[in-house]
């Protein structure tokens, strides 16, 4: 039997065409998966490299998806970053020209980065301990056309055919009856 994965909910947010190499990303959403969002934006602002900025846009758009999604009720303090990853984008190959007619490469190399978030273990274990404590909706009961009687049914088949073979006796006098016969 295989066993069944749960996976918790995650929202994420994605910027493309990023001006920076993917190698330069990396460095930076290394040092914020796993944490949580306040600490995530925190080290960011402290960050020295320029990426960080275009990093903590990306982690800002997240959090508003979680923030505005109606199913997930979800505080954006309470959010901690599943995945942080910046993969390589187009490269925009250019020439410069060099000494004795040579030409030099010029690579401007782009990224996309993504940020994936999800509710905190301890925010969701808060979750369900208020929804353990709210009181369970009950369904009303299903409304039926046909009166509810208890009727009595016989045990065995044969005293079915003792209990119907007088009504069908009756009947049958009674036609005769009606009849003149």
Known sequence: ???VETRPQTVRAQAKWVHSSARKARLVTDLIRGRSVPEARTILAFS??????????VLRSAVANAESR??????????????AYADEGPT???????????????????CHITVELAQSPVALAAAEVAAAAAPKRQRAPKKTDEPTTTTETAE??????????????AQAEASQKETGT
């Open 1 to 3: 039997m295989a066993a």
């Open 156 to 169: 065995t088949p044969a005293e079915e055919e003792t209990e119907t073979e007088p009504a069908a006796e």
């Open 48 to 57: 020295q490299r320029a990426v960080a900025k275009d990093i903590e846009k």
């Open 92 to 110: 925009l190959k250019r020439h410069r020209a060099r000494a004795r007619g040579r030409v030099g490469r010029i690579m401007k190399r782009s």
């Open 70 to 83: 109606p199913d997930l009720h979800w505080n954006g303090d309470d959010l901690y970053i599943v995945t």
